[in-house]
């Protein structure tokens, strides 16, 4: 067998035989046996047990990361330059399921992944125990009147190890945009909130309360951002989506338009935010010069499942 494939097939069976059994139960002699190889061949290529397991990672994980980087660009491409966050999720690789709480969203969101929906209770996820190496929660908790019980959900249904990122808008009433769409009648009820969010310490408790160890958190979406999005949102809930006189929910419809039929309904204003893109996006650059000295309008929190 020549060098170069002597070498690939000492890698290729390590790979197999670690991913079964883990690494301290492969001997050299299971991985020569496994590569129909003999001994002298691993000491040739790898010089020894330890070195061999260093290269495996070294050569998986620049194949890995091409191949991530290969399809964040495809997503990117595809996004005029900015990759959805499904896409991103994607890329990092693993095979990922989606859960969705409101039930009438679940037809839209799975025409647009192309792939099952999962209707989902807070108090009663639809998984099994320890289901899930990490578990994203993107804007459900400040929907809640109460969180615990969701927060014991995540915990059962990630395994041990495991981490969940859980990420709200900030709850800190304080802040000028909070203040500036409660004067021009945006409110928490407007988005369809319990409360406005929950700021990073609040989480971190939370998240302590239900078992979880809190590691990293950080936040985004500053002052110039929040304001490109209240004026679009503020444009649809109090122009676009009115109802007639004699309608619940305020006189307006929902916050963004959330089905095929809704946005064909406002499909000409939607060409129009698209015209007015490259200007949002000009603002919202803006974010940049907030983001080292304050707190953001959105924060992510992560806490990680103790192992056993």
Known sequence: MPSDQTRSAILTAAERLYADRGFGDVTLRDIVAE???????????????????????????????????????????????????????????????????????????????????????????????????????????????????????LFRIVRPGGRVIVTTPNGDVRKLAVRIKDLVGMTKDTYGHVRVGYTIDEHRRMLTDAGFQPRSSGSYSQLPTEMIELGINLAYVKLLSRKPQGTTNGGHGPIAPSSADQVRKVEKTLRLYGAIYPFCRAVASLDALFAPFVTGYAVAVVGEKPAR
Request: net charge negative; aromatic share 6%; with cysteine.
């Open 35 to 153: 590569a129909n190889v003999n001994l002298a061949a691993v000491n040739y290529h790898f010089g020894s047990k330890d070195e061999l397991i260093a290269e495996l990672f070294v050569t998986r994980s620049l194949a890995t990361n091409r191949e991530r980087l290969n399809e964040l660009k495809l997503a990117e491409e595809a996004g005029g330059g900015r990759a959805d966050i499904n896409s991103i999720l994607r890329a990092l690789g693993g095979r990922w399921t989606w859960g969705e709480c409101e039930a009438d969203a679940i037809p839209e969101m799975q025409r647009f992944l192309g792939e099952p929906v999962v209707p989902c209770v807070p108090e009663r996820l639809d998984f099994p125990d320890a289901a899930f190496d990490g578990v994203v929660v993107i804007d459900v908790h400040e929907h809640l009147v109460e969180t615990a019980p969701l927060n014991r959900e």
